[in-house]
């Protein structure tokens, strides 16, 4: 009877381990498969941003980069025959899905410091935005005053205080002053970018353009998205004439008609698990490289941001 046991618990432990091994393999196999399929959508969205600088003009919410992929399945894209990425079995039951957003159509954090000082046009967006969201702008100058350590020049300041690296991006603002809470409310509006960045004012929410034009009320902003929707801005100075009487002012170095930097989301499902990819590129005339990747598998039911 013993060895009836022993010989049952070896054989139970060798089907565990032949298992555990299948299941290893397959989630390596699925996770291997999206990234190639991720990395493919990466490329067509580079394609769509090469395609929009070879028609030049200003960069809007019509053009077709803006047009976001709805879930479509996978089999849509693929060709018939067996060497697509994933199996015409397997391509059945996964879905993509994706977006690009201009990201220049948010308040760039980079902008707060330029040469180790505190930028005041871009201090006071941020806190008129911080006012709008009714966040604490406590957090705003401590972040601002980490940012700027972080730039100081000097090396003895540096010596004396034990500061983090500059954030590379959105989330690791809680490092130099933001609350999980501000930043969850920030994250729409706000971007952290290589440089110092315009607004797109074809692109900006309201509540982005008000903070950046001193002179507008919300009410302002709100018709002045509006309008843009009816016609986009072909130049800076059709900003003043949407403005009216407001008396806005719009300047080269704040504000802009056209965009460097977009961040490209792609979402591949495969039955019950979703793999996410966010990616920042950069488009430089007919050059689009990009910057970072990041990519992420998200638990079933949560929304991907």
């Given at each position: 009877m013993l060895t009836v046991v022993l010989v049952a618990s070896l054989a139970a432990s060798a089907l565990w381990q032949?298992?555990?091994?299948?299941?290893?393999?397959?989630?390596?196999?699925?996770?291997?498969?999206?990234?190639?399929?991720?990395?493919g959508a990466l490329d067509w969205a580079r394609l769509i941003l090469r395609e929009d600088a070879r028609k030049g003009g200003a960069?809007?919410?019509?053009?077709?980069?803006?047009?976001?992929?709805e879930q479509a399945r996978l089999s849509t894209f693929l060709a018939a025959d067996r060497s697509d990425t994933l199996s015409a079995e397997d391509s059945q039951e996964a879905f993509l899905s994706g977006q690009i957003i201009d990201l220049q159509s948010r308040l760039n954090v980079a902008n707060l410091i330029q040469n180790g000082k505190v930028d005041e046009p871009a201090q006071l967006a941020f806190a008129r935005l911080f006012d709008l969201l009714n966040l604490p702008l406590a957090e705003l100058s401590m972040?601002?005053?980490?940012?700027?350590?972080?730039?100081?020049?000097?090396?003895?300041?540096?010596?004396?205080?034990?500061?983090?690296?500059?954030?590379?991006?959105?989330?690791?603002?809680?490092?130099?002053?933001?609350?999980?809470?501000?930043?969850?409310?920030?994250?729409?509006?706000?971007?952290?970018?290589?440089?110092?960045?315009?607004?797109?004012l074809n692109t900006a929410s309201a509540e982005v353009i008000y903070a950046c034009v001193e002179a507008f009320e919300m009410s302002d902003a709100t018709r002045f998205v509006r309008s843009r929707e009816l016609s986009h801005l072909s130049a800076l100075s059709d900003a003043e004439k949407?403005?009216?009487?407001?008396?806005?002012?719009?300047?080269?170095?704040?504000?802009?008609?056209?965009?460097?930097?977009?961040?490209?989301?792609?979402?591949?499902?495969?039955?019950?698990?979703?793999?996410?990819?966010?990616?920042?590129?950069?488009?430089?005339?007919?050059?689009?490289k990009t910057l970072s990747r990041k990519l992420g598998v998200a638990a079933p039911g949560a929304p991907l941001q």
């Open positions: 032949q298992w555990r091994a299948f299941e290893v393999e397959t989630a390596e196999r699925s996770r291997t498969q999206s990234a190639w399929v991720l990395t960069d809007h919410l019509a053009e077709p980069w803006a047009v976001p992929l972040m601002t005053e980490n940012l700027r350590l972080m730039q100081d020049a000097s090396v003895e300041s540096r010596s004396n205080m034990a500061m983090p690296l500059w954030p590379q991006d959105v989330d690791q603002l809680v490092w130099v002053g933001l609350s999980q809470r501000s930043l969850a409310v920030l994250r729409p509006y706000i971007t952290l970018l290589p440089v110092r960045t315009p607004v797109n949407i403005a009216g009487a407001s008396g806005a002012r719009f300047v080269e170095g704040q504000h802009s008609i056209s965009t460097r930097y977009f961040e490209v989301h792609g979402n591949l499902q495969v039955e019950q698990t979703t793999v996410r990819e966010r990616s920042v590129v950069q488009r430089d005339g007919m050059e689009v």
